[in-house]
């Protein structure tokens, strides 16, 4: 297959794995940001080729895992309402809330539907107009433009029965907050290729310079990724703390200026919590004033309830990079995908349960 | 007398209803949670040596005749699809699960749970198709029932089939026979019917038709017993795909499996749709294909009958069976590492970044 054959490649990955042995002269520790690149490692076996002076700890970049326990209990009581259709993709569902997931609400009779696109959820809205249609927007910079549009499309029709919960989280203000910590141990990062495809890489710059840390975006495939690992193993060895790109066929520097132009058009960036991290300042998306009628935090108004997480889950300091999956006691006895804990170990993209599915055997 | 039934107001459902107080899809979707389902709900209620088996049938010893005794239920939506509908796959299914058990399938019986208001000529197609899969595959349509639910009960049409079939002798198929040294052969493309039907349903629209593979396999299954009457274990990797059936066989029969990703075929169209929608074609359903475990020295006597037939022409070698790690299916990838294979985990959902 053009365009993915080429980057799994077995020479080529041979290639890269040996410059990178050739580099590495000391010990490093390398994050990726994001959970499709954490399950690209893990999938691939891609950790195991490297060198033993390599470590690659894995990011907060899974939405899924990092929206807070408040905002899924909300969309389980939204969902459960009377003439409510409520829409998400697939992996919000499986996420334990405080005291059910989204799929039990489903069992137990809510309407909720899986969709593929948030033009999806508008199509329903327009079919059902007796019906209230929620969609639940989760995701980084990159699924943000599309869920922008959904609510510029729900305004064009005049839908009065479409609502956005927001639960967007940003990429910058999560590196900013990990390289900040005193327990941090990141000395190089992955940035995450497709949140940069949208948003561009100028936002690293002034990241990259103040913490003297070389980052590197990076692509999903095998080849891309040991190219990212390569060029941050070179920074490192060589001093230096750039903002790189190793995703050129898919990335520019000024990333895609119309879709920015749509998230601005449509969301202003607030402070977010995020799940196991805690508030970090400026790192989520929330409607505009003048779209606040498709809110739906705001025209359902769910009250506060009491949040319960798991005592035993560490998920906060695995996707801050602290400690890994296994580390966890709780770690593919009491946690597992059939059974989570906590949202690590549901989503595809989730580092618990990218170790769990490829590779509890070697880390177990 | 309705008194002298058991008081099981006092018994307690097995499974962790503090986890799962009422049955979800992922239960019904052929990985962990079916099997959860199976083995701490159905299998200590119904407990006996037949079933115990756990295999696509039940083997029967009757007399001197050994049968096959198979029902499978089919939901299927939409009830049309490129490539079948529900009446042909409920009919080549129940074959195929008697074939598995290396049973020559003979008779099915057949029930049709209707909606009212469905298609007359609906009705008639599924009919239709089901008797041209009857035919083309030797079975015999015996005995049926019909019912009809009030609109809205139902989903325009569920069928149930049973079949029963005889094993010839010297033939012992089970999966807990797969013994390191085996080779572990697939007779085609994986993946086509679960994109098939995903691909209608969510309206996807790619460059092909991608069309369900639903095929019966028993006049295969002849040719592949015809050159090596030892074959271990066969098998048909539907739901869950060929990853939780290689994981059934594994946990069964107590061995590893180790499946090389180059040697599994998978068409450029079906891989196109699994890389969009974030689908692994090992997990995706299967309803014309078989995976068997073959004692090494069989093993390409077996590859030349399948791919002589016309449902193996794109047979292979897939891999091999280990002592260890027991119970573990591992996957070395074409960039040379390796990782595990589990069991298909709750429903397969897309990616969303």
């Known amino acids: 297959m053009r365009y993915v054959d080429e980057y799994r490649n077995r020479d080529i990955v041979q290639r890269l794995v040996q410059a990178i042995r050739v580099q590495t002269t000391r010990p490093w520790t390398i994050m990726e940001i994001c959970g499709g690149q954490t399950h690209a490692i893990v999938k691939h076996g891609l950790d195991a080729l ?6 690659l700890v894995h990011g907060p970049g899974c939405p899924v895992c990092v929206t807070p326990l408040a905002m899924i209990d909300k969309a389980v009581a939204i969902a459960s309402l009377p003439d409510v259709i409520f829409t998400s993709f697939g992996d919000m569902l499986r996420v334990p809330g405080s005291e059910r997931d989204l799929l039990s609400v489903k069992a137990a009779g809510g309407n909720i539907r899986i969709v593929y696109s948030p033009l999806d959820a508008v199509a329903l809205a327009r079919q059902n107009p007796d019906k209230q249609v929620v969609f639940f927007a989760v995701g980084f910079e990159t699924t943000a433009p599309a869920n922008a549009m959904a609510v510029l499309q ?19 203000p ?17 940035a995450a290729g497709h949140v940069c495809s949208v948003m561009g890489y100028e936002e690293y710059l002034p990241l990259a310079e103040r913490f003297h840390t070389p980052i590197v975006v990076t692509g999903f495939e095998p ?3 040991l190219q990212g690992i390569q060029m941050v193993v070179q920074q490192l060895e060589h001093g230096s703390s750039k903002v790189e790109n190793a995703y050129a066929r898919v990335v520019r520097r000024e990333g895609n200026p119309a879709a920015r132009k749509t998230i601005a058009q449509v969301f202003e960036v607030i402070d977010r919590q995020w799940r196991g991290i805690g508030t970090i300042p400026g790192s989520g998306y929330a409607l505009q004033p003048a779209y606040k009628r498709f809110d739906a935090d705001e025209h359902f108004a769910v009250q506060h309830i009491a949040t319960h997480e798991p005592e035993i889950c560490i998920a906060g300091s695995v996707l801050q990079g602290l400690r890994k999956p296994h580390e966890c006691a709780a770690f593919g006895s009491q946690c597992t995908p059939e059974h989570p804990l906590g949202a690590p170990m549901v989503s595809s993209e989730g580092a618990c349960a990218a170790y769990f599915r490829y590779s509890r055997i070697r880390h177990g | 007398m309705a008194d002298e039934k058991p008081d099981i107001a006092g018994y307690s459902c097995p499974l962790p209803i503090a986890q799962y107080k009422q049955v979800l899809l992922a239960h019904g979707g052929g990985g962990k949670l079916t099997h959860e389902l199976i083995e701490k709900l159905f299998l200590p209620e119904f407990h006996n040596a037949e079933l115990a088996q756990m295999h696509d049938g039940a083997m029967l010893t009757v007399g001197q005749e050994r049968l096959a005794f198979s029902t499978d239920g089919y939901v299927v939506h939409p009830l049309f699809f490129p490539g079948g509908n529900i009446g042909d796959l409920a009919v080549n299914g129940t074959v195929n699960d008697l074939a598995m058990c290396g049973a020559r ?39 049926g029932d019909t019912k009809v639910v009030d609109r809205g009960k139902g989903d325009g049409l569920f069928v149930t089939t049973s079949g029963i079939g005889v094993i010839p002798p010297g033939i012992d198929i089970h999966p807990r026979h797969a013994r390191p040294g085996d080779r572990i052969l697939l007779n085609g493309p994986i993946a086509q019917h679960g994109i098939a039907i995903m691909s209608v349903r969510e309206g996807l629209q790619f460059g092909t038709t991608l069309r369900s593979d639903t095929a019966a396999l028993n006049g295969l299954v002849d040719a592949m017993l015809a050159a090596a009457p030892g074959i271990h274990v066969l098998r048909d990797p539907t739901r869950g795909g060929v990853a939780s059936t290689l994981n059934e066989i594994a ?5 590893g499996m180790v499946i090389h990703e180059a040697q599994i075929p998978v068409d450029e169209e079906v891989r196109g749709a699994c890389e969009l929608l974030g689908f692994d074609p090992l997990y995706v359903a299967n309803e014309g294909k078989v995976l068997a475990i073959v004692p090494g020295e069989d093993a390409e006597r077996v590859l030349a009958a399948m791919k002589a037939h016309p449902l193996g022409i794109r047979a292979a070698i897939i891999g091999e069976v280990t002592a260890e790690p027991a119970g573990v299916v591992t996957l070395m990838s074409s960039i040379g590492s390796s990782r595990i ?9 897309p990616r969303i970044c």
């Open chain 1, 174 to 190: 999560a590196i900013e907050a990990i390289l900040s910590s005193p327990a941090n141990r990141v000395q190089g990062f992955l």
């Open chain 2, 105 to 143: 399938p003979l008779y099915l019986s057949c029930a049709l749970i209707i909606e009212e208001g469905l298609e007359m000529d609906d009705l008639w197609r599924v009919v239709h198709s089901m008797q041209l899969a009857a035919r083309a595959s030797g079975v015999t349509l015996v005995t």
């Open chain 2, 251 to 255: 946990g069964q029969a107590g061995v």
């Open chain 2, 341 to 349: 294979v589990d069991m298909l985990s709750g429903e397969q959902l």
């Open chain 1, 154 to 172: 729900a305004e064009r029709e005049s839908l009065k029965n479409f609502f956005v919960l927001s639960a967007h989280v940003l990429v910058p």
């Open chain 1, 223 to 225: 080849v891309d990724i």
């Open chain 1, 50 to 55: 490297l060198p033993a002076e390599l470590t």
